[in-house]
Structure formats: C-alpha cells, structure tokens
T-cell receptor, first 115, second 114 residues
Framework: KAGVTQTPRYLIKTRGQQVTLSCSPI?????VSWYQQTPGQGLQFLFE???????NKGNFPGRFSGRQFSNSRSEMNVSTLELGDSALYLC??????????????FGPGTRLTVT | AQSVTQPDIHITVSEGASLELRCNYS??????LFWYVQSPGQGLQLLLK??????LVQGIKGFEAEFKRSQSSFNLRKPSVHWSDAAEYFC????????????FGSGTRLLVRP
C-alpha cells in the first residue's frame, strides 16, 4: 500500500497570501489529522477530519481551516499568512477516527516558508 | 497543567551503547502513551504505544519502553544503538478527556558517535 502523500513538499509564500496544502491518506483510511511543527512550539495538533466532518480542533486561529473529500483526501488552508506560520505541516491518516484508535501514519510533511 | 515533558533536548551516545530517553507526563488519568521517531526530512514513525496491561512494551527497531505509573514516566530504551538510530524522538500522549488528539513532547535529538 502506498503511504500518506503530501503535496507540495516545499512552498514559499509571502505574508498576507493564502495557501492550500494537500494530503492523500493511505487507501481505505477515513481519518486525516493535521499537525504543525515549528522549532519554538514543537508539534501541535491542528484538526482531524473523519468521513468529511471535522471532529476535533486544536487551538489555532480561524485562519487555519481544512476539509475532507469523499475519497478521504484532505486539504488544509491558511489564509492571510503570517511569518509565524512558517512550519512543517504534517498530515496523518488513520483507518478509523482518533476517537476509536490512535493508530496514525504520518506523511513526510509540507515545508511552508512565509517571507 | 497538563503537559508532556522530555527533559533532554539532545543526547549523544556511542554506537553500541545503551540508550534511555526520558518522558514524563502530567495528566489526571493515565493517558495512552506513544513514542515516535522522526528522521531528517521525514514524517513521524510510530515506535511503540502503551494503552494498558504489561508495563513493558516492545516496539519496532529493537526499542522498548516502560510505563511507571508512580513516576508518571514512559521512558524509551534500546540496549545497543546503531548509527541509523540518529533522529529526533517524540513522546506523545492521548489524554483521556474526550479531546481525541495527540499531545507531543518537545522532542529529544539523538546523536550517535561512531
């Protein structure tokens, strides 16, 4: 089975712009979670989507949003980018939701740089 | 406050030496506990997990971890380190508070001397 894929792998954006990141989970997995990793704050949970519904959300401003499609692929959007949004964004897929299992498989991440 | 602490930012060991990475948590109820490894440019890979039962859990790549309730600790160990183990290691907890999310420690970077 193919693993979790994330596109693009690297991205450079300017302050004020918006960005969309994509995640394709392992085939058959229905849950996708997103994490932000920065040197200062470490790994922080953004949100989880299960069967196209957001089930959990971390403590991030409304500029961070996401969605999940019927094929379980997920996108994450960040609007009005700030310098502090520079980070590695990791996606993780799970066969079931985090409420049922914490078996997660991580993708390689998208490195976002905001200038 | 609820937290996950990895007190060691960096650890350097010689190849073939034993390894112990520390993890302490502060939660009301015993959470689910995990150790992940992240190699440069890679995502996270699950090494092992503890939900309940036997407090010594075996994982992949020769790693094991011991859950000690009295110390609120879940330390990761490996009897003989290989150069390929050089990476960053993260302890994580899933609090039993219906939040259904993982809380990660700040990570410990392992360097292996030849």
């Amino acid at each position: 089975k193919a693993g979790v894929t994330q596109t693009p792998r690297y991205l450079i954006k300017t302050r004020g712009q918006q960005v969309t990141l994509s995640c394709s989970p392992i085939s058959g997995h229905r849950s996708v979670s997103w994490y932000q990793q920065t040197p200062g704050q470490g790994l922080q949970f953004l949100f989880e989507y299960f069967s196209e519904t957001q089930r959990n959300k971390g403590n991030f401003p409304g500029r961070f949003s996401g969605r999940q499609f019927s094929n379980s692929r997920s996108e994450m959007n960040v609007s009005t980018l700030e310098l502090g949004d520079s980070a590695l964004y990791l996606c993780a897929s799970s066969p079931r939701g985090l409420a049922e299992t914490y078996e997660q498989y991580f993708g390689p991440g998208t490195r976002l740089t905001v200038t | 406050a609820q937290s996950v602490t990895q007190p060691d930012i960096h650890i350097t060991v010689s190849e073939g030496a034993s390894l112990e990475l520390r993890c302490n948590y502060s939660y009301g109820a015993t959470p689910y506990l995990f150790w992940y490894v992240q190699s440069p440019g890679q995502g996270l890979q699950l090494l092992l997990k503890y939900f309940s039962g036997d407090t010594l859990v075996q994982g992949i790549k020769g790693f094991e971890a011991e859950f000690k309730r009295s110390q609120s600790s879940f330390n990761l160990r490996k009897p003989s380190v290989h150069w390929s183990d050089a990476a960053e290691y993260f302890c994580a907890v899933a609090p039993m508070d219906s939040s259904y999310k993982l809380i990660f420690g700040s990570g410990t970077r392992l360097l292996v001397r030849p």
